[in-house]
Structures are given as structure tokens and as C-alpha cells.
């Protein structure tokens, strides 16, 4: 039932301009059929079958002035193999008041995607944005906290997210942001976290950032991370990177008591334009897991467009160490024809978990886009996979996709 | 020495230019660029002083962008897109992403055969899993299709084919601390761990234990205390 009350209130938002002349309605409609491979089924052999409605609203302009918009988006699925009821998600459909006092305060009210350092959440309630205080702004949110799980959206009344984050823009591009965030679960506070941003760009090819966020319970950083970005050409990119981090957990759960390793990072990497259609980037990683365990991974990447409407990509990355070797590369390309885009990949994977598995595995795949006009388009994909579990498994989805 | 007035000077001076800067930064409205493609950014942004991004690494890097508040990232996307990847939505039915068993959409990170490959690439930051998923998502595989012995952990394995004892020696305790999230799947309530270390025999707590735990013991009313301390 719920699904069908969210599909309805949808729906019913796009008779809001027969209320109102000036609001105008954006529609986006993707009806679509999937079939794939469930392995944990009674037969992983046998394909499994859905069907989905995806269904987004903009409703933009209710006042004269613009500022006044609504926006949802939400999605009901049917697995029609088996007897499994019909399921819902509403993403989010939210009142967006931009400068609702002059250009001084955002509201946006309903279920929303709020983010900031210190937590960060899918809410049914509040945010406000008070801005452009000179260099200031104060961001506050808060409203329960809803959990997407198992095609579903769950949460409790009393899981809630609530925060704030003060931030500062200063002379250009440097910004400083310090958030606060709780979430509870079941009326009980289960995190509580201070966020500290900056990014500074003291000159035109240079640009330092980090984060930090600390758990106030734990007492201790749960992420740390320190970079530079440096562009000593036009276009070249050179970035160097340190990130640390510290598992934490609510504090209700059993796991909070104990101690754990930080896991850290240092990473390089390198990104060159050779021209407007070439690009090659190289990245190295150092990981570092505790107690003398470490890995290493390397990444190339190469981006092509050697005529017209075609591009394509290629990235190829090796790790190595704890947990496992990895060899891979990844080709996929794109190409347009008239109202058709075309793309075709290959994903091949050589692995070798630590004490266990090993193999190769494959994924051959291909998909067209057809658009029969500007409302109007048609998707169609398949894939193979070759791997550990399957020795042929076709997966793929169709959907038809309007846009009024 | 500067006197008073020498100081009140400098002192509005300051805050004079301060503010004078701080009101010079006016942010970009991408708005009118949304429909752009990522390649024509360059157009602006090479020489102009401010580095593009969108690049080879953005997938990784995009994070702070995003959370920073007042970012732009809302002139050329809505929620969805967002969304899309983060909790597999497919209103935009990219062609390059999978169905995943369950028959949602995942995001391109996870290529080829993903159920092999994970557990090395949850080693890499285990923070990065949480993002999107619930710690229950994991358990569908781990705890509803496997017994213990026959997973792939050291200290899981059992010492002969034959044998009935598990490997559970010093190997839990390393594993454990690097990825002590990949325990909470199989074992929510840690019943498992207590057994053992309720006896006070190794004392599981981190170092700064004293300082935080009267925290901990407030917020969850004693119950997570008592799970091995019957005074509590």
C-alpha cells in the first residue's frame, strides 16, 4: 500500500499546473523489464525476472519568482519469477524554497539527501541553508532517518540524523567548514561526529584540501585525509594524497568496544590531456592495513576520441599484498549513429584471493540507445559473464524511457 | 611601541580588507552550462586559474566536492543522479552499469565478477562499503548459504580435513582488527567473541578504553557492558 501511496502522491503532483498556470512539470518515466542472476535462489541457474517503474517529478515555478519548486523521485518493482510482493522506494520528494528571504536562506522540506562531513543521510524533515552572511553560511538539518534496504525504505520514528555545519568562503576558493552531526537509533544517540573541511587554491595551479572527522564517543579520527593537486601545465595534473582511517561503530552495538587497526593510504597520481581527445592518467597506491599487512595497486587509464561520435576507454589496474592479487582491464566504447548511441565493453579480472579462490572472470557486454524523438527513447542491454560461479550467466534489462 | 590609535588603525584596516576579500568571492553558477559536455569544462577552466574536475579519478574524488556545503554540484545535477549510484536507482538506465543479484543497478566501480573480487576490494578502506550498504546486506551470503568452515577465512579454516577444531588462534585477533566491520555481518550480536573475551583473560578494549567508556555505558544504559560484565 505504501507504494501505491507514494506513486499517487507522485501522480498527483503533476496536476498541480491545472491549479496553477505558471508552475511548470517535468516528467521522467522508465518503464523497465530486467532479468539477472540471483545466486543465493532456490535454482541460481534459473533467471530471475522484474519489473520496474521509475517515475521522477520536477514541478518548477509555483511562484512567480521561480524559487518555489518541488521535486520526487521514487520507484516500484515487481519480481514476476516469483511471488514476491509488489515493492517500493520513494527517493525523495521534497518543497525546494530557494532565497525565501532574500538571497539569505534555502528551505528545503520533505525527504531529502542531506550531506556534510560529519553525517550524512536520506531524512523526512528539514534543511536549511542560511547563506551569503558575508563569507558565512550556517547549514542545519535534521528528521528521521530513512534506510534503504532490501528494495525497500526502512527506519524506525526513532532513527533520526540531525546536524550543522558552519562554513566560511574567504578570499578565493578557500573554503573551511566545520559540521556536527548525530544519529539515533531507536531514540537512542548511536553516532555523534564533528567534521573539519578546508580546500584552499592560494594559486591558480595548486590546490590543497583535507578533511578530518572525529567521533566525539570514541574519541578518536575516523577519517583523516590530506592532498595537494598541483597543475604545473595546462594539462597536467599531478596529485599527491594521505588518507587514514578508523572503523567505528554505534554505540549501542557490541563492536564499539573494541580495538581495531587504522587502515592508511598514501597515494600519487598523474593526469595528462595529450589533446582535446586524448587523455592518459596513471595512479599508485600504498596501503597500509596494521600489523605488518600491506598492498600495493596501480592504475592506468587511457581515454580516446579518434574520430567523431566515438570514444573509447580503457583502464587497466594490478594490486597486489593483503587480501589478494588483482589483474584487470576494463575496454568499453561508445558510438553514435543518427538517434542511436551504441556501447560495447569487456571487463577480464585475474585474481587470487589470500586462502582462497582464484581465477579469471569475464564480462562481455552490449547496449543501444535509441531515441525515437525528445520524449521518446528505447534501452536494451545484455550481458555474459564468464566467471567462479556461473559458466554462462546472460543478464540484461529493457526499458522504455519518457521524458515529457 | 604602536599606540592605541595606531592600533585601532590596523585593527579596522584589517577587518576593512578582510571583508573587502571575503565579499570578492563570488561563487561560478554552472547552471547555464549543465547541458556541456565534461570535455568542453576545459574550454573555461584550462588557464583560467581554477582546475577542472570531472576527471580520470572523479569517482574517488568527488565525495568532498559533494559534501562541502554550498557546493554547485545541484546547478547541473538533481538528487538522482546521486542517488542512482548510491542506492541503486536507474531512473537514467546507464549502459554501462549491471543488475545486481537483486535485480538493482551497480555503480561502475563494481566490474566483472564482483562477488569474487569484493573481499579484496572491501580490504581496500572498508569505510568505502558502508557508504552505501547496511552491514545486513551483507549477511544475505555470509550467514544464510555458508557454514563456517567453509569460508574463506584463515581463522575460520578447520586444521585437517578431518578435524573438528578451527584455526582459532593469534589469525582472528589480526583479521579482526583489520576489518572488524566483515565480523559484525556474520556475528551481529558478537556472541561468538564474548564467549572468550567476557573472561577477562585479553582484554579487547582500545588503549583510551578508561576515557570513552563511561560514554558508551550512559548512551546504551549499560547494556553493551553487560554483555560481559554482569556488575553493570
Keep these: 500500500m505504501r507504494v501505491m501511496k507514494f506513486l ?24 523497465q523489464y530486467l532479468w539477472y542472476q540471483d545466486l543465493l535462489a532456490a535454482d541460481k541457474e534459473k ?44 527517493y525523495y520528494f521534497y518543497v525546494d524554497y530557494r532565497d525565501a528571504f532574500k538571497e539569505h536562506l534555502d528551505l528545503r522540506a520533505g525527504r ?36 534503504f534496504e532490501d528494495k525497500r525504505d526502512t527506519g524506525t520514528r526513532g ?11 574567504t578570499i578565493k576558493n578557500t573554503h573551511i567548514e566545520v559540521s556536527y552531526g548525530r544519529k539515533y537509533s531507536d531514540t537512542d544517540v548511536a553516532r555523534e561526529n564533528i567534521g573539519l573541511d578546508f580546500s584552499t587554491t592560494p594559486i591558480g595551479q595548486a590546490n590543497f584540501y583535507g578533511r578530518l572527522k572525529y567521533d566525539i564517543v570514541a574519541e578518536t579520527n575516523n577519517e583523516i ?28 552495538s557490541i563492536y564499539s568496544i573494541f580495538a581495531v587497526n587504522k587502515y592508511k593510504e598514501k597515494s600519487i597520481s598523474a593526469e595528462y590531456q595529450l589533446t582535446a581527445n586524448y587523455r592518459v592518467s596513471v595512479k599508485y597506491a600504498r596501503e597500509d592495513f596494521g600489523n605488518d599487512a600491506d598492498a600495493d595497486s596501480y592504475e592506468i587509464g587511457f581515454l580516446a576520441r579518434p574520430v567523431k561520435d566515438l570514444t573509447l576507454n580503457m583502464i587497466y589496474e594490478k594490486r597486489n599484498g593483503y587480501a589478494g592479487e588483482l589483474s584487470g582491464i576494463r575496454l568499453y566504447g561508445e558510438y553514435k549513429i543518427s538517434n542511436a548511441a551504441i556501447m560495447a565493453g569487456i ?27 525528445k520524449m521518446i527513447s528505447a534501452i536494451v542491454r545484455v550481458e555474459n559473464n564468464v566467471n567462479f560461479l556461473y559458466d554462462h550467466s546472460y543478464q540484461g534489462y529493457a526499458a522504455i524511457n519518457i521524458n515529457y | 611601541m604602536l599606540n592605541n590609535r595606531t592600533l585601532k588603525i590596523i585593527l579596522l584596516s584589517t577587518v576593512f580588507v578582510f571583508t573587502l576579500v571575503c565579499l570578492s568571492f563570488a561563487r561560478t553558477d554552472h547552471r547555464d552550462y549543465k547541458d556541456n559536455k565534461p570535455e568542453e569544462c576545459r574550454d573555461c577552466h584550462s588557464g583560467s586559474g581554477v582546475m577542472s574536475n570531472h576527471g580520470a579519478f572523479f569517482v574517488k574524488e568527488h565525495r568532498l566536492l559533494a559534501q562541502k556545503a554550498g557546493s554547485n554540484c545541484a546547478d547541473c545535477h538533481q538528487q538522482s543522479f546521486c542517488i542512482d549510484c548510491h542506492q541503486g536507482g536507474g531512473i537514467t ?19 566483472s565478477d564482483f562477488i569474487s573480487t569484493h573481499s579484496m576490494k572491501a580490504a581496500d578502506n572498508p569505510q568505502n562499503c558502508y557508504r552505501c550498504h547496511q552491514s545486513s546486506f551483507c549477511t544475505d551470503c555470509h550467514t544464510g548459504t555458508r557454514s563456517k568452515g567453509s569460508l574463506r577465512i584463515k581463522s575460520h579454516r578447520k586444521a585437517g580435513t578431518s578435524s573438528q577444531i578451527y584455526n582459532w588462534n593469534s589469525d582472528h585477533a589480526a583479521e579482526a582488527r583489520r576489518n572488524l566491520q566483515s565480523c559484525e555481518t556474520c556475528h551481529p550480536d558478537a556472541d561468538v567473541c564474548v564467549q572468550c573475551h567476557s573472561s577477562g583473560k585479553a582484554n579487547p578494549h582500545p588503549r583510551n578504553w578508561r576515557d570513552i567508556s563511561k560514554r558508551y555505558k550512559d548512551e546504551s544504559k549499560g547494556r553493551t557492558c553487560r554483555k560481559c560484565h554482569i556488575t553493570y
Design chain 1, 159 to 169: 532513527d533520526a540524523l540531525t546536524g550543522m555545519s558552519l562554513y566560511l568562503d
Design chain 1, 112 to 147: 531529502t539527501y542531506v550531506n556534510a562531513a560529519a553525517v550524512s543521510g536520506t531524512i523526512d524533515g528539514l534543511h536549511v541553508d542560511i547563506k551569503n552572511l558575508g563569507p558565512m553560511g550556517i547549514t542545519v538539518f535534521g528528521g528521521r532517518h530513512v534506510i
Design chain 1, 225 to 252: 585525509l590530506f592532498g595537494a593537486k598541483v597543475a604545473p601545465l595546462n594539462d597536467l595534473v599531478l596529485r599527491a594524497e594521505y588518507y587514514q582511517s578508523y572503523p567505528t561503530f554505534d554505540i549501542a
Design chain 2, 93 to 111: 538506465a546507464d549502459l554501462q552499469r549491471s543488475p545486481s543479484r537483486r535485480g538493482e543497478y551497480k555503480p561502475k566501480t563494481h566490474r
Design chain 1, 47 to 90: 533467471s530471475q525476472e522484474d519489473v520496474a517503474e521509475y517515475l521522477r517529478v520536477n514541478v518548477t515555478k509555483l511562484d512567480k519568482e521561480g524559487k518555489i519548486n518541488i521535486y520526487g523521485y521514487g520507484r516500484a518493482t515487481k519480481q514476476v519469477s516469483t511471488s514476491q510482493d509488489l515493492q517500493g522506494r520513494l
Design chain 1, 8 to 31: 499517487a502522491i507522485l501522480m498527483a503532483l503533476a496536476c498541480v499546473p491545472l491549479l496553477s498556470h505558471a508552475a511548470e512539470v517535468k516528467l521522467t518515466s522508465s518503464t
Design chain 1, 347 to 373: 571487463d577480464y579480472d585475474d585474481f587470487r584471493r589470500e586462502l582462497s579462490r582464484e581465477g579469471t572472470a569475464k564480462k562481455y557486454w552490449a547496449g543501444v540507445n535509441y531515441e525515437f524523438n
